[in-house]
């Protein structure tokens, strides 16, 4: 049997993963948290942190450099925001042959368009982010959060964007040497260039040839490194933590990823329902029972939000039981709303401990 802190205390990685707005920014900071007061060396990978926790955090730039944390704690913990746009230059420095081709790149107007704004570049950038922070060796645990979308497969497909790219049939046709055997394929190339540069103007078509040409002999290099990282992500050293709200519509979006998380054999260790009703000392029978006793004025007023609170609870153990149905085995905790957003160190405390605290959690086969 497994519990949350077991996780915390076993994995190289944890990704969180979920729709839009449950919570992930949140669980993966005070996951980073827990796992420094387990005397862990934890790093959290933050995308677009709230600004109020990003300055409590002392990550308010975009900054690809892990930021200590001081605390009373015996581990170590660093958050950084990621910056998706100086990533993407580093991944290119690094893999290019030399200075002068990565400059050819970082320099090409259709890159630097790109790099920020193809659709799966920030999770592309996590994924990187994450593997050189594992790699790095500075680090006993590193937790990532992921961006809000609502397609899991953005961040499982990621390692891939570059390697697909340069793989595309545009791409070869683009850089087919125009002699030999080629020059056909060249030639047809050169055609629905001439075409599309009557549609988007000369230039763009002339930066888009200049990018895929510059990238010439690094394209082994970005499928091998792209391969590494879906290893890393499938290995048993990695965590999904699955988050959700207990909202009906949040949990089907967490049952969507949860199969696409299966179609690729990834399992979840942990799903994180956040922003559950705090539980009252009541149940459903009790509240219906104080319901009758024809209370008046304020009394009667306390009793129907006493009823409906009670029976709002009630609704979402019940959806959050029957998505633990199609889970399989994996460790459930429960976090209560909070009475305010979660901006500093001691919510993110608060959190921690309902994210390892025995009771909050339940092992489900
Ligand atoms: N249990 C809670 N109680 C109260 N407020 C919470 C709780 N969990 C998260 N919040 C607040 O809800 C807001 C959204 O949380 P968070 O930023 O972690 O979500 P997210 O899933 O990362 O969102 P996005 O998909 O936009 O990145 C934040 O303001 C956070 O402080
Ligand atoms: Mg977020």
Redesign the pocket.
């Known amino acids: 049997m497994t519990d949350y802190l077991d996780i915390i205390k076993a994995k190289d990685v944890i990704v969180c993963c979920?729709t839009?707005?449950?919570?992930?920014?949140?669980t993966a900071a005070a996951t980073a948290l827990a796992a420094a007061r387990a005397g862990r060396s934890a790093v959290v990978v933050t995308?677009?942190p709230?600004r109020r926790?990003a300055n409590a955090l002392g990550i308010d730039r975009l900054d690809n450099t892990p930021r200590i944390i001081n605390g009373p704690w015996p581990g170590r913990l660093a958050a950084l925001m990621l910056d998706t746009k100086s990533t993407f230059d580093e991944v290119v420095t690094r893999n290019a042959a030399d200075a002068a081709q990565a400059e050819r790149i970082l320099s090409n107007r259709f890159y630097r368009n790109i790099s920020t704004t193809l659709s799966g570049t920030q999770d592309y950038m996590a994924v990187e982010k994450l593997s050189e922070l594992h790699e790095s060796a500075d680090w006993d645990l590193v937790v990532v959060?992921t961006p809000?979308t609502r397609d899991a497969l953005a961040f499982l497909d990621a390692p891939l964007l570059l390697a697909r790219l340069l793989d595309n049939s545009v791409y070869r046709m683009l850089t087919a040497p125009s002699r030999g055997v080629f020059k056909a394929v060249n030639s047809a190339a050169q055609t629905m260039l001439r075409q599309l540069a009557r549609v988007v103007g000369a230039d763009v078509v002339d930066e888009a040839v200049a990018f895929f040409q510059s990238f010439e002999g690094m394209e082994d290099g970005f499928r091998s490194r792209a391969m590494a990282t879906l290893d890393l992500l499938a290995d048993d050293r990695t965590a999904f933590v699955l988050?959700a709200s207990p909202r009906g519509d949040t949990l089907d979006e967490a049952r969507y990823f949860l199969d696409k998380l299966r179609d690729s054999d990834l399992s979840v260790a942990a799903v994180v329902v956040?922003?559950m009703m705090p539980p009252l000392s009541t149940s459903p029978e009790r509240s219906a029972e104080i319901s009758r006793l024809r209370l008046r004025g304020h009394l009667s007023a306390a009793a129907v939000s006493l009823a409906d609170h009670t029976a709002a609870a009630a609704g979402d153990n019940q959806r959050v039981a029957s998505l633990m149905d199609d889970v399989g085995p994996a460790c459930l905790v429960r976090?209560?709303?909070?009475s305010s957003?979660?901006?500093d160190l001691r919510g993110l405390g608060e959190?921690a401990e309902h994210l390892t605290e025995g009771s909050a959690q339940v092992f489900v086969e």
């Open positions: 979920g839009g707005g449950v919570g992930k920014t949140t995308i677009d709230a926790l959060d809000p988050v956040n922003r976090i209560p709303l909070l957003d979660v901006h959190i």
